[in-house]
């Protein structure tokens, strides 16, 4: 794709990590919030994007990657 530049941050609350939203910014943007947004509409938890599969690698991994920030977990920082 020869572009490297991008960005996915997920919101989610502090008590019950419930995802509240999402910016996605970058290549396939609108491919990728697809994710997030099945997350929203099954209330799904940060956590639960965490442990799910994400192909490596896919520019999906970035969705995974911003699950576990929320967590300060991030493996790619």
Known sequence: MEERDGLVKIIADAKTDRILGAHIVGPRASDLIAEV????????SA?????????HPTLPEAVREAALAVAKRAINV
Request: proline residues 0%.
């Open 37 to 44: 947004a099945t997350a929203m509409e099954l209330n799904a």
């Open 47 to 55: 956590e639960d994007i965490a442990r799910s599969v994400h192909a």
